[in-house]
Nanobody
């Protein structure tokens, strides 16, 4: 499996960014997809995940109501729409996937594959 993330950048607080991750190498619909982030000096933390159909999603408390995860099984992509960004959202964001059904299994970091990170910087 290969995961190719894109969409990071610099944005002012209150602004929006959309990250995208393209999946290849296996059957996309059999994989849970998600996003993690790693801020400077911190460990990698769960952000959001979705199951194959998109009807089972999980979010970290810190992003609930601001971030939305979605997937397109025709394009084999998973997106993370980030609104009302805050300086504390500054981090390297990583796409992640795990073979399985339940989106919640990604919360504890049980990831099969990682994408390369994409940097999101939110200025105050």
């Amino acid at each position: 499996v290969q995961l190719q993330a894109s969409g990071g950048g610099l944005v002012q607080a209150g602004g929006s960014l959309r990250l995208s991750c393209e999946f290849s190498g296996r059957t996309f619909s059999t994989y849970i997809m998600g996003w993690f982030r790693q801020a400077p000096g911190e460990g990698r933390r769960f952000v959001a995940s979705t199951n194959w159909s998109g009807n089972d999603t999980y979010y970290a408390d810190s992003v609930k109501g601001r971030f939305t995860i979605s997937r397109d099984d025709r394009k084999n992509t998973v997106d993370l729409q980030m609104n009302s960004l805050k300086p504390e959202d500054t981090a390297v964001y990583y796409c992640a996937s795990k073979f399985g059904i339940r989106a919640g299994t990604l919360i504890r970091g049980r990831v099969d594959y990682w994408g390369q990170g994409t940097l999101v910087t939110v200025s105050s």
